[in-house]
């Protein structure tokens, strides 16, 4: 298997504009999950779904934030109009269910770079 | 609530010892232990489950101590390769995990 796969690697934009972020999960992995790493805050957990379905979304700072799931194989993160202060690495992961039971895959994750 | 580790940064000559530990204030279900390279995404080191099962590395060791809501995590005769940095991840009674601070370790030769 190829792995959890994120694109883009990399995003440079500028505020103001709209960002799309997008995984594809493990073959067969229950659940997914998006985080964002700043040196600040660390390791956040933005959301997670369980069977394409969104099951805990607390970690959403804004209501500039969406994620969506519409497949077992892809899922979107959207962050609309993007600000310098989202400016981070998401990772994407996925695991087998139980989740707190199987270890998460994670992608490589996306380098966003709002100026 | 994030869980506390600690402590945040150890350096290490090769071959030397060193426990990394991880606090929660809530009532683990579990906790994961996950390694991340500079640059790089976290990769899975181990599981510890409630009621003392583990899952993972075969050379490096945990513990879980339930009642306390603390892990630690031994890394013996460490190697250039251990270095990195060491994230603990909780989980109460929900799929999700939280994670910790982080522990940065740096083993040099």
């Known amino acids: 298997d190829a792995g959890v796969i994120q694109s883009p690697r990399h995003e440079v934009t500028e505020m103001g504009q709209e960002v799309t972020l997008r995984c594809k999960p493990i073959s067969g992995h229950d659940y997914l999950f998006w985080y964002r790493q700043t040196m600040m805050r660390g390791l956040e957990l933005l959301i997670y779904f369980n069977n394409n379905v969104p099951i805990d979304d607390s970690g959403m700072p804004e209501d500039r934030f969406s994620a969506k799931m519409p497949n077992a194989s892809f899922s979107t993160l959207k962050i609309q109009p993007s600000e310098p202060r989202d400016s981070a690495v998401y990772f994407c992961?996925?695991?087998?269910?139980?989740?707190?039971?199987?270890?998460?895959?994670f992608g490589p994750g996306t380098r966003l770079t709002v100026l | 609530q994030q869980p506390v580790q600690s402590p945040q940064a150890v350096i290490l000559r090769e071959g030397e010892d060193a426990v990394i530990n991880c606090s929660s204030s809530k009532a683990l279900y579990s906790v994961h232990w996950y390694r991340q390279k500079h640059g790089e995404a976290p990769v899975f080191l181990m599981i510890?489950?409630?009621?003392?099962e583990q899952k993972g590395h075969d050379k490096i060791s945990a513990s879980f101590n339930e009642k306390k809501q603390q892990s630690s995590l031994y890394l013996t005769a460490s190697q250039l390769s251990y270095s990195g940095t060491y994230f603990c991840?909780?989980?109460?009674?929900?799929?999700?995990?939280?994670f910790g601070t982080g522990t940065r370790l740096q083993v040099f030769p």
């Open positions: 992961a996925s695991s087998l269910a139980v989740a707190g039971y199987n270890e998460q895959f």
């Open positions: 510890l489950l409630k009621g003392g």
């Open positions: 991840g909780t989980q109460d009674n929900t799929d999700k995990l939280i």
